[in-house]
T-cell receptor, first 116, second 113 residues
Framework: GAGVSQSPSNKVTEKGKDVELRCDPI?????LYWYRQRLGQGLEFLIY????????KSGLPSDRFSAERTGESVSTLTIQRTQQEDSAVYLC??????????????FGPGTRLTVL | AQSVTQPDIHITVSEGASLELRCNYS??????LFWYVQSPGQGLQLLLK??????LVQGIKGFEAEFKRSQSSFNLRKPSVHWSDAAEYFC???????????FGRGTSLIVHP
């Protein structure tokens, strides 16, 4: 597609349930990033993929969070046993080159997760 | 530690007035610097970026930013604000040794008619 897409756009779930968030990067983009944006806050880095490997998982807040990527395409972010503090907008971005902070990141519209 | 700071949480301007959003960075080497805009319910869109060379950078939508090493700043400016510019603005930075840019916490721009 023309841009980064994410699904679902909104997700409401009950505490303790698992959720899966999907990101489709721009075709040909090698690098993919997940961020979390809590209400009124900046972006919190979660994980970065280079191809289908994740050199940096340091931002994942707990072992309830995991992510995978198929080749250089779709990525899924899974949150197990969701907690209310997981409520946030989850943003995905992709960039053409392989992991350099100088690369322009192209962002998707985000998934707004609400945990009741 | 490398960081990007946006001192202003909210900025309110009248339509047609000039705008300056502040961004300060803390990097040892010459940083890469970006400004992004996020409209309600949207992802972030790149306005402009600085890597090296000319310290005055032109971006989209009539925005510009100036890299000032002496002040460790990369402030975003626009001479005349339009109501459609109301949004959240994020400054981000990185350096040659990092692959993940650091984002500021954002400045919310409110435009009065």
């Amino acid at each position: 597609g023309a841009g980064v897409s994410q699904s679902p756009s909104n997700k409401v779930t009950e505490k303790g349930k698992d959720v899966e968030l999907r990101c489709d990067p721009i075709s040909g983009h090698t690098a993919l990033y997940w961020y979390r944006q809590r209400l009124g806050q900046g972006l919190e880095f979660l994980i970065y993929f280079q191809g289908n490997s994740a050199p940096d998982k340091s931002g994942l807040p707990s072992d309830r969070f995991s992510a995978e990527r198929t080749g250089e395409s779709v990525s899924t972010l899974t949150i197990q046993r969701t907690q209310q503090e997981d409520s946030a907008v989850y943003l995905c971005a992709s960039s053409l080159k392989t992991g350099n902070s100088a690369d322009t990141q192209y962002f998707g519209p985000g998934t707004r997760l609400t945990v009741l | 530690a490398q960081s990007v700071t946006q001192p202003d949480i909210h900025i309110t301007v009248s339509e047609g007035a000039s705008l300056e959003l502040r961004c300060n960075y803390s990097y040892g080497a010459t940083p890469y610097l970006f400004w992004y805009v996020q409209s309600p319910g949207q992802g972030l869109q790149l306005l402009l970026k600085y890597f090296s060379g000319d310290t005055l950078v032109q971006g989209i939508k009539g925005f510009e930013a100036e890299f000032k090493r002496s002040q460790s700043s990369f402030n975003l400016r626009k001479p005349s604000v339009h109501w459609s510019d109301a949004a959240e603005y994020f400054c981000a930075g990185g350096s040659g040794g990092s692959y993940i840019p650091t984002f500021g916490r954002g400045t919310s721009l409110i435009v009065h008619p």
